[in-house]
């Protein structure tokens, strides 16, 4: 498997330049991770497939979706790629290398450890900040549009809070300065995580189910029902940040009368606390 890898990375790297590798390369990656794992649910709300697991009964109607898939052409192409190009020279200097050899899976493996830990608390105090009144008026309500969240609308945000929160994705690769393999591979999973939590199903075989401190879709589809400041369950992947924070307060009284078997129409009732 090792040699295959190397083999396959050998070919980009002999055919294409760093700069093509590290923005272009990166930018196409993303773009079909992205897609690729987001459009399916798009379908699944439309034909009512699984049904039984979606977290909110509500459907987003068709115009709905295709302005979200409009918008994030958009943005993705005028705002994702200029960055990731402003950014190279960046990462350059902070010592991203893509010769062979590759790293070892053990460094790996700890650097994208690292990158999730910093990434949810840098995100977490970030979101914080977005949920006060101003900029949440001026600038996070655009990604509130969707109460009913579905996978591609995780990346549906004004421009502004893209690079803001945006900051939070790259601060650990610009520290530690990582192989462009690493960098891709923290990429990919970052896209799947956000898609998964954003994607309004909540399935036996989700990660949360399996991962105590993951929070996954249940727990951030609770934040998009909830508008501006009292939301709560701010953190991007774990949970553990909203529950020493006092942020995660409405989400597991709302949890405690579900396991209890009592409705809850009024769930706003039960908000976190404010910043």
């Given at each position: 498997m090792a040699s295959i890898v190397e083999s396959g990375w050998r070919y980009l790297i002999t055919n294409f330049n760093d700069f093509q590798l590290a923005c272009l390369g990166s930018f196409f990656l993303h773009e079909s991770v992205f897609f690729l794992s987001g459009l399916p649910f798009i379908y699944l709300e439309r034909a009512g497939w699984l049904s039984k697991y979606k977290i909110q009964?509500?459907?987003?109607s068709p115009a709905a979706q295709e302005k979200c898939i409009t918008r994030l052409v958009l943005y993705h192409f005028c705002v994702n790629l200029p960055v990731m190009i402003a950014s190279y020279p960046v990462f350059k200097f902070m010592g991203m290398r893509?010769?062979?050899?590759?790293?070892?899976?053990?460094?790996?493996?700890?650097q994208i450890i690292f990158y999730f830990i910093l990434e949810d608390f840098v995100f977490y105090w970030g979101h914080r900040v977005l949920h006060?009144?101003?900029?949440?008026?001026?600038?996070?309500?655009?990604?509130?549009?969707?109460?009913?969240?579905?996978?591609?609308?995780?990346?549906?945000?004004?421009?502004?809070?893209?690079?803001?929160?945006?900051?939070?994705?790259?601060?650990?690769?610009?520290?530690?300065?990582?192989?462009?393999?690493t960098l891709w591979l923290w990429m990919i999973l970052?896209?799947?995580?956000?898609?998964?939590?954003?994607?309004?199903?909540?399935?036996?075989?989700?990660?949360s189910n399996f991962l105590p401190l993951?929070?996954?879709?249940?727990?951030?589809?609770?934040?998009h029902r909830l508008l501006y400041t009292k939301s709560g369950n701010y953190s991007s992947t774990f949970v553990y940040m909203d529950s020493i924070f006092g942020t995660?307060?409405?989400?597991?009284?709302?949890?405690?009368?579900?396991?209890?078997?009592?409705?809850?129409?009024?769930?706003?009732?039960?908000?976190?606390?404010?910043l």
């Amino acid at each position: 498997m090792a040699s295959i890898v190397e083999s396959g990375w050998r070919y980009l790297i002999t055919n294409f330049n760093d700069f093509q590798l590290a923005c272009l390369g990166s930018f196409f990656l993303h773009e079909s991770v992205f897609f690729l794992s987001g459009l399916p649910f798009i379908y699944l709300e439309r034909a009512g497939w699984l049904s039984k697991y979606k977290i909110q009964t509500k459907n987003n109607s068709p115009a709905a979706q295709e302005k979200c898939i409009t918008r994030l052409v958009l943005y993705h192409f005028c705002v994702n790629l200029p960055v990731m190009i402003a950014s190279y020279p960046v990462f350059k200097f902070m010592g991203m290398r893509s010769s062979l050899p590759l790293p070892s899976w053990k460094v790996v493996s700890t650097q994208i450890i690292f990158y999730f830990i910093l990434e949810d608390f840098v995100f977490y105090w970030g979101h914080r900040v977005l949920h006060t009144k101003w900029l949440y008026k001026h600038v996070h309500s655009v990604h509130h549009e969707y109460a009913t969240p579905f996978g591609l609308t995780s990346e549906y945000a004004h421009p502004a809070e893209i690079l803001f929160l945006g900051f939070a994705t790259i601060i650990g690769p610009a520290i530690t300065g990582p192989h462009l393999m690493t960098l891709w591979l923290w990429m990919i999973l970052r896209v799947l995580e956000t898609v998964e939590a954003h994607c309004g199903y909540h399935f036996p075989w989700s990660l949360s189910n399996f991962l105590p401190l993951y929070g996954g879709a249940d727990f951030h589809d609770y934040h998009h029902r909830l508008l501006y400041t009292k939301s709560g369950n701010y953190s991007s992947t774990f949970v553990y940040m909203d529950s020493i924070f006092g942020t995660d307060t409405g989400y597991r009284k709302l949890k405690a009368l579900k396991k209890v078997g009592v409705e809850d129409d009024g769930h706003e009732a039960f908000n976190g606390k404010e910043l």
